[in-house]
């Protein structure tokens, strides 16, 4: 259950916080704080048996029938991603109560930063492909989330979309990938897929199933050519940067490529692509950070370079290399958070980031200088540090490395790398602290206090420790991580910072040296620079997206012409075509078993029945008379129910017409009197053969099936286990609330939506063209003198009491006789529908004391909260449970839980059916007081 906490932890702080968002700041720090340090200790806790090989596991079934599974586990690779992901994550949190302003939403922004962290531990601890998708997904939502926190900031919505854009686009790919590569491995259990890289590099779709999977890591991990949203994801607040770059969303990418490296690597696909990748994406961004000027840009585009370099080094394929891209990540994390909360520090207390406008703050912002010295020191490479230990053993692997049969263009390129990374991390720590203080925006900066200051020099003390002591502080972790990345043992480990003079000493000293003397140069090559011609990314995307946007609308436009008739014929002759592919394959030819003799009653119904439907059609366009006729179909069709012995879908029928029927008519009263005729006699011709031909399909169908022999079916494991199993003798509700429940729930969510959507429809129908319209339909002759008739509206309310009191009677009486939730909701609706239609929609919306809204939400919530309630007592989700007890006065009942979920749906049928009733009565009510000067 440990690892179940893990994942649970900061979802719950994310709810928590969303539900206390009017505390204090201190107290939103506190939960943000406390779910992410809970999480550590378990963390270090489940640690020792991680590393010793016994790794922690757990799996529940989810829907097996896919192959999901919420099956996660803590091997030593999960372990290090989950440990930075939480240890920087509880840093974070204390920095940004510090940095952010007393103004700022604190609720919404950790509990957005929960949400991220949630999504990423997820990644991390997932043992199954298809949770990690879920996740995956997921971290792209929650960063766009925190990316466009400051939402009243054009940059900021700009660069949340972009990165939404890019990194859902890939997770697209990812998804396709992934599920390809579990149908080839034949499990999506990731130890079982690791297990079989040889059937699978074997496979004629490795090539499409390697290139899906790396369009999904390289969007996420910014590169080349995807690297362009991560500048314009630094409109965040510089805490969720610092974490984003350091231990998060971009680091997801590297996560994947180490997670699938047994199964994916190995081959020249995988070298020839990945590498190049990497290399590239190494040159190109440090190249640029070298020229930026914004500080959060110059660390921006460093993170695109660091994370080509550990693209680069997975791409290589040797476990030597997969230790060094493992150490380094380890040693990014902690120079790239740091620098970015100093980047935060400087931010807050000179007013800019503009490094042309800093200068000199060593001497009056000590301790911050120091820090951020020492993460640039890391970050460029240099000893004592742990940045320096990773950056020779890259070095030395790309000694080894041969691509495109050229031993050296590997070695030289990364040693430019090198040497740009050096320049640029130099360029920042003396630019900032060293000479002359110019101007800023702050009279007399300082150091900050320890909310602020102390997570980063934490994080810069830990990138000094890991040059000082490796063995002691990295070793063990990244020997195991490296074992669980290639799939062997752990390698024998040497971490120092001298390792005599070789190749990559040579390399690392040449960088240097040629970077300081690069930066003596820097401004003869800034203004070389300056006049290249460099595309902009961003333009770029911005022109492709409006291209796309326009491409799309043309296809809209000409697809979606404004014709329901041309939309319905479509509908239904895609189907009746289905329905006659499917009978022409299968063959439905009609059964051998004998008819029943129809009675003269079942025949006259029949009749009126095919009668009225002939009506509806023949007096379409008088709509009140064709009303009617509807009605006589819906009685037909309930007394066909009570011949058949079905007394709950009667029930339902009768309470079903009712409701629409009287909906139907407050929506014909916002209709015109005479409508037009709209189709021609050619088109109802074609309509009419379309009508006959798919209703004489659907009589054959029912035909050839109740002519059938009746087999055993599912209906007699329903007779036999409702009351046994469920507690009720009403067979139908018992399988609406408990064996079939799962479906019942997704239907009301669904009637929820439907509910949403007619009131986002109707809402605006009372202004612009459509309420124009509305106003010169309304006619006078459809109006009654008097308005709210006094017999109607005493009738009524002296109704309610007793119509609320028959749907709480049926309510309680479904369980195990006809009725249920659903009758009775629409009993209230009627109750509810008769005061409206009595009193008027004034006096009616005074006295409510719950809206509609509020209605739908709280019955979808009671419903999932019945299903999740039996998950604690270890039943499967929507079980239900029952029992007899006797009351006082009342004698023996029977209660099952089952009647709490019925509440719910009970709410969201009211909820839905009130929502289309007081919206149709809210349009005319606004376009009849709308002044005539607004009419116009």
């Given at each position: 259950m440990a690892l179940l906490a893990l994942i649970f932890l900061p979802f719950a702080a994310a709810v928590l916080l969303g539900v206390t968002r009017h505390a204090s700041r201190s107290a939103h720090v506190g939960i943000a704080a406390g779910a992410s340090g809970a999480g550590l200790a378990i963390l270090l806790a489940q640690a020792p048996a991680a590393l010793a090989g016994m790794v922690p596991t757990i799996q529940i079934g989810w829907i097996p029938a896919l192959g999901l599974d919420l099956s996660l586990w803590l091997d030593p690779l999960a372990l290090l991603f989950a440990g930075l992901i939480l240890a920087i994550g509880l840093l974070v949190v204390v920095y940004a109560h510090g940095y952010l302003g007393k103004e700022e939403p604190s609720a919404r922004f950790f509990s957005f930063l929960m949400l991220f962290q949630g999504a990423m531990l997820g990644i991390a601890l997932s043992r199954n492909v298809l949770l990690m998708l879920v996740f995956w997904e997921l971290t792209s939502l929650s960063s766009f989330l925190l990316i466009g926190f400051w939402r009243d900031r054009a940059d900021a919505r700009q660069g949340a979309r972009m990165a939404l854009t890019v990194t859902g686009g890939g997770g697209l790919a990812l998804i396709a990938g992934l599920v390809l590569l579990g149908k080839v491995a034949g499990s999506y259990d990731l130890s079982t897929i690791l297990a079989r890289g040889a059937l699978v590099q074997a496979s004629p779709l490795y090539p499409v199933i390697l290139l899906l999977v790396l369009g999904g890591a390289f969007t996420k991990s910014a590169q080349f050519p995807f690297h362009f949203?991560?500048?314009?994801?630094?409109?965040?607040?510089?805490?969720?940067?610092?974490?984003?770059?350091?231990?998060?969303?971009?680091?997801?990418?590297?996560?994947?490529?180490?997670?699938?490296?047994?199964?994916?690597?190995?081959?020249?696909?995988?070298?020839?692509?990945?590498?190049?990748?990497?290399?590239?994406?190494?040159?190109?961004?440090?190249?640029?950070?070298?020229?930026?000027?914004?500080?959060?840009?110059?660390?921006?585009?460093?993170?695109?370079?660091?994370?080509?370099?550990?693209?680069?080094?997975?791409?290589?394929?040797?476990?030597a290399a997969v230790t060094a891209a493992v150490f380094h990540i380890l040693n990014h994390a902690a120079f790239k958070a740091a620098l970015f909360m100093h980047a935060g520090v400087i931010d807050h207390e000179t007013g800019t980031?503009?490094?042309?406008?800093?200068?000199?703050?060593?001497?009056?912002?000590?301790?911050?200088?120091?820090?951020?010295?020492?993460?640039?020191?890391?970050?460029?490479?240099?000893?004592?540090?742990?940045?320096?230990?990773?950056?020779?053993?890259?070095?030395?692997?790309?000694?080894?490395?041969?691509?495109?049969?050229?031993?050296?263009?590997?070695?030289?390129?990364?040693?430019?790398?090198?040497?740009?990374?050096?320049?640029?991390?130099?360029r920042y720590a003396v630019w900032l602290h060293a000479g002359k203080r110019r101007t800023g925006e702050v009279a007399h900066p300082h150091d900050p206090g320890a909310a602020m200051l102390g997570p980063p020099a934490l994080l810069a003390a830990l990138a000094l420790a890991l040059g000082l002591a490796p063995m002691t502080l990295a070793a063990p972790l990244v020997a195991a991580a490296t074992a669980a990345v290639t799939g062997t043992r752990e390698p024998a480990l040497h971490l120092a910072l001298w390792h005599g003079i070789n190749p990559a000493l040579l390399m690392s000293v040449g960088a240097v040296a040629a970077a300081i003397v690069l930066l003596f140069r820097y401004s003869a090559t800034a203004r070389i620079v300056a006049y290249l011609p460099a595309p902009d990314a961003k333009n770029l995307f911005d022109r492709g997206m409006e291209m796309s946007v326009a491409a799309l609308r043309h296809a809209s436009d000409w697809l979606h012409r404004a014709s329901l008739q041309r939309y319905l014929f479509v509908l239904f002759a895609v189907a009746l075509l289905l329905g006659l592919d499917a009978a022409v394959r299968f063959a439905l030819p009609a059964g051998t078993a004998p008819t029943t003799v129809a009675s003269p009653i079942a025949v006259i119904a029949w009749a009126g029945l095919i009668a009225a439907t002939v009506a509806v059609v023949a007096v379409d366009r008088r709509r009140f008379l064709a009303l009617l006729f509807l009605g006589v179909i819906g009685l037909v069709m309930a007394l066909a129910f009570v011949h058949l012995s079905a007394p709950d879908l009667a029930l339902t029928q009768i309470a079903v017409e009712v409701v629409t029927i009287v909906?139907?008519?407050?929506?014909?009263?916002?209709?015109?009197?005479?409508?037009?005729?709209?189709?021609?006699?050619?088109?109802?011709?074609?309509?009419?053969?379309?009508?006959?031909?798919?209703?004489?399909?659907?009589?054959?169908?029912?035909?050839?099936?109740?002519?059938?022999?009746?087999?055993?079916?599912?209906?007699?494991?329903?007779?036999?286990?409702?009351?046994?199993?469920?507690?009720?003798?009403?067979?139908?509700?018992?399988?609406?609330?408990d064996f079939r429940a799962f479906d019942t729930l997704g239907e009301i969510i669904v009637l929820g939506i439907a509910g949403l959507a007619i009131f986002a429809l109707l809402e605006p129908a009372a202004r612009g063209i459509a309420g124009r319209r509305l106003r010169e339909w309304r006619s006078s002759e459809l109006f009654s003198s008097e308005r709210h008739p006094m017999m109607f509206v005493m009738a009524a309310r002296l109704l309610l009491p007793l119509v609320l009191l028959v749907g709480f009677y049926l309510f309680l009486r479904g369980h195990n006789q006809p009725g249920g939730g659903f009758v009775a909701a629409l009993v209230f609706s009627i109750a509810i529908l008769l005061q409206y239609l009595a009193s008027g929609f004034d006096w009616t919306d005074e006295r409510r004391r719950i809206g509609e809204h509020q209605l739908i939400g709280l019955g979808v919530l009671i419903a999932a909260a019945t299903g999740l309630g039996s998950l604690l007592f270890g039943a499967p989700f929507l079980s239900s449970s029952f029992g007899h007890f006797h009351l006082p006065v009342i004698g023996d009942v029977e209660l099952a839980t089952a009647m709490l979920f019925d509440l719910g749906v009970a709410f969201v049928v009211v909820g839905a059916v009130t929502m289309a009733l007081a919206q149709l009565t809210h349009v005319a009510q606004r376009a009849a007081r709308q002044p005539p000067e607004e009419r116009a």
């Open positions: 949203w991560l500048p314009y994801a630094m409109a965040a607040p510089t805490p969720v940067s610092a974490y984003l770059h350091s231990a998060t969303m971009v680091k997801a990418g590297v996560f994947l490529l180490a997670r699938l490296w047994p199964v994916l690597a190995g081959t020249e696909w995988w070298f020839g692509i990945v590498t190049s990748v990497g290399l590239a994406t190494m040159l190109f961004g440090a190249g640029v950070a070298l020229y930026r000027y914004d500080l959060k840009a110059i660390l921006a585009y460093s993170t695109i370079s660091q994370l080509g370099l550990m693209v680069m080094l997975l791409g290589f394929g040797t476990a980031r503009d490094i042309r406008r800093l200068g000199g703050l060593a001497a009056v912002m000590p301790l911050t200088a120091t820090l951020g010295v020492l993460a640039a020191a890391a970050m460029a490479g240099l000893p004592p540090t742990g940045g320096f230990i990773s950056k020779e053993m890259m070095l030395e692997e790309t000694t080894h490395a041969l691509l495109g049969g050229q031993h050296l263009l590997v070695p030289v390129l990364a040693t430019i790398a090198a040497l740009l990374s050096a320049a640029y991390s130099l909906l139907m008519l407050l929506a014909l009263h916002l209709l015109p009197h005479h409508p037009p005729r709209l189709s021609g006699a050619g088109r109802r011709v074609r309509d009419a053969a379309l009508g006959l031909a798919g209703g004489g399909g659907m009589g054959w169908l029912a035909w050839a099936i109740m002519t059938r022999p009746m087999r055993d079916g599912i209906s007699r494991f329903h007779w036999e286990n409702s009351h046994a199993g469920g507690g009720g003798d009403n067979v139908v509700n018992v399988t609406l609330v």
